[in-house]
């Protein structure tokens, strides 16, 4: 007797007591599922076709139903724009798009209320060129103290027409700008790792760590459970700003140590702020984006006494493939257990194209590709990723829309295209819009519910079906199995918990292991494989057959059991 399983729909609410339990334990980071919310394509509140604070805040029951421990919100400073509120010109005021500082504390309050925390970013790299200390430093000219709080130099050459090194910005070309003085001659330079519009702090200035000292305590005494802070391998330079001697730079990113990122100073700048953060009751955690090129390197930032979590980007570049994961998983494990950290496992950001349509192409395409794929073969597989992410021990980050199995959106006309490194022509592929396209919430209505009136960037026909109101109570649709997975891993102490996995025997191509009572089998190739029953079926990411003590796995399919 043969018996089919497909994943099971999850209830469709979590009970405020249950998440207030949640919110209340202790540690509750090192096994935290993580959202992260892109706040201008969330949800719109009042029909501008931008999401703000507001709409956050009306669809946090749905986080909280959808089972998650915290959410991340994208910068809402602010901001001319210039990147997308990376580029910050006042790190205590909300931008008027998405609303107020009065909208940004009831946010707080009402996510606390439902049980759940609120991580804000933090951009202590480099400041928006219309930050006050900035515009003072272009109006005071050369060697005035407000040039010293960024990285201003002459420029080499004759006549200064040459920038002061040869670094290259992460968005293409020279990463120095010429500013024209206060007397309209040609002047210094000033250095900018991003766009020229985000130039960067001079963190050897003390009133640079005074600054941002105080930005902390700003939002820590709003009530923020944390922060994620961008570009944290950067900050520091290495002294006298030394040329690297090589052209193509960007190559090297995650390769080598830069004389601009990873610099062992980051770390001092990391205890002053541990500090602080322990100064606040409620576990408030930092969170690193720190891109350096081992995880050996990223465990030096979740060190103790520094930060609390670092994120795992070389599982997010991994392939769907049993040999390669199983090799990160391993060295993510051993990287961070002699520092007492917990790993990190995310599959998608705002930066990357989506998981679902990386995997519907093939291998060493990079995580910013323009090809749709086969979009059957990339749900399959997403879906048995994020029961294997969800599986591993240590905290799980969770992109918006990838619980209702989006894919990229990879044919946006390029006259409606925003990022602005699509507008340099070097440096990234500036294809960032297709991840960021305001997500489905209903079947009909001009956004499919995002907002009335419109969004942003286009929207695909085919959403619809895709929408949160279309998948909720659906049986095996994407968004029920993210429902029933993360409610299973709340229910279950041996998922999430702990530091380690133990291997067990598997056919090629599959990944298994055990940890306590509860037992994951993924199977990353194409064709049907044949394992033991390992105990009470808990969920799989598509359907299965049962027969004698064995169970036909398909391929790109993930299962769970317990013993218990």
């Not at 949640?22 to 935290?32: N, T, Y």
């Not at 199995?405 to 440096?427: K, M």
Request: hydrophobic share 40%; aromatic share 10%.
């Amino acid at each position: 007797m043969s018996q089919q399983h497909s994943a099971a729909p999850a209830p469709t609410s979590v009970t405020s007591s249950a998440t207030a339990t949640v919110a209340g334990r202790r540690d509750w980071w090192r096994d935290a599922v993580i959202y992260q919310v892109y706040p201008r394509s969330f949800a719109d509140s009042n029909g501008d076709g931008m999401g703000d604070l507001e709409g956050v805040r009306t669809r946090l029951p749905y986080l909280r139903d959808l089972g998650v421990d915290a959410v991340w919100l994208s910068p809402f400073y602010a901001s001319p724009q210039a990147d997308a509120g990376y580029d910050v010109a006042d790190y205590r005021a909300v931008d008027p798009m998405f609303g107020s500082l009065l909208d940004a504390d009831a946010l707080i309050r009402d996510a606390h209320g439902l049980g759940l925390r609120i991580i804000v970013d933090l951009v202590p790299n480099h400041s928006s060129d219309q930050y006050e200390w900035f515009r003072r430093a272009l109006a005071e000219g050369p060697g005035s103290p407000s040039r010293d709080r960024y990285h201003f130099r002459p420029g080499k050459g004759k006549n200064g027409e040459l920038p002061p090194n040869d670094w290259e910005s992460i968005f293409g070309g020279p990463a120095w700008t010429r500013v024209t003085e206060p007397d309209g001659t040609p002047g210094e330079w000033y250095l900018h790792l991003f766009a020229p519009e985000q130039p960067d702090f001079n963190w050897e200035h003390p009133a640079v760590g005074d600054e941002f000292r105080s930005i902390l305590r700003f939002w820590l005494d709003m009530g923020v459970d944390g922060f994620r802070i961008d570009v944290a391998h950067g900050m520091v330079k290495a002294q006298g700003l030394p040329d690297l001697g090589s052209h193509e730079q960007l190559k090297l990113l995650g390769n080598d140590v830069m004389p601009f990122f990873d610099q062992d100073g980051v770390h001092d700048i990391y205890r002053q702020w541990r500090l602080i953060l322990d100064e606040y009751s409620g576990e408030r955690i930092f969170v690193a984006e720190a891109w350096t090129p081992t995880v050996e390197r990223t465990a030096n930032y979740v060190r103790p006494d520094e930060l609390h979590q670092a994120f795992n980007f070389q599982y997010l570049g991994t392939h769907w493939d049993a040999e390669e994961l199983r090799t990160v998983i391993d060295r993510t494990l051993d990287a961070m257990r002699p520092v007492g950290a917990p790993a990190t496992w995310v599959l998608s950001n705002h930066d990357v194209t989506r998981h679902a349509t990386r995997f519907a192409n093939p291998a060493g395409l990079g995580t910013q590709i323009r090809l749709a794929g086969d979009r059957a073969l990339g749900l399959r597989r997403a879906r048995a990723a994020t029961l294997l992410m969800l599986a591993l021990p240590g905290s799980a980050y969770v992109y918006q829309g990838e619980e209702l199995g989006l894919p990229d959106v990879v044919d946006l006309p390029d006259e409606v295209r925003q990022d602005p490194a699509y507008f340099r022509g070097a440096g990234q592929d500036g294809f960032r819009d297709g991840c960021r396209v305001p997500i489905p919430w209903t079947r009909t209505g001009s956004s499919y519910g995002f907002g009335a009136g419109g969004s942003w960037l286009p929207q695909p026909a085919g959403w619809a079906e895709l929408s949160v109101e279309a998948q909720t109570g659906a049986a095996g649709s994407t968004l029920e199995l993210y429902r029933a997975a993360l409610a299973t891993r709340r229910d279950q102490p041996d998922l999430g918990a702990g530091d380690a996995v133990e291997w067990l025997r598997a056919p090629e191509g599959v990944l298994a292991f055990r940890r306590g009572d509860f037992v994951c089998v993924a199977n990353t190739t194409g064709e049907s494989v044949t394992v033991p029953a390992h105990g009470r079926l808990l969920l799989s990411s598509g359907e299965i057959t049962e027969a004698d003590g064995e169970v036909k796995v398909p391929g790109d399919t993930t299962v769970w059991w317990t013993t218990a």
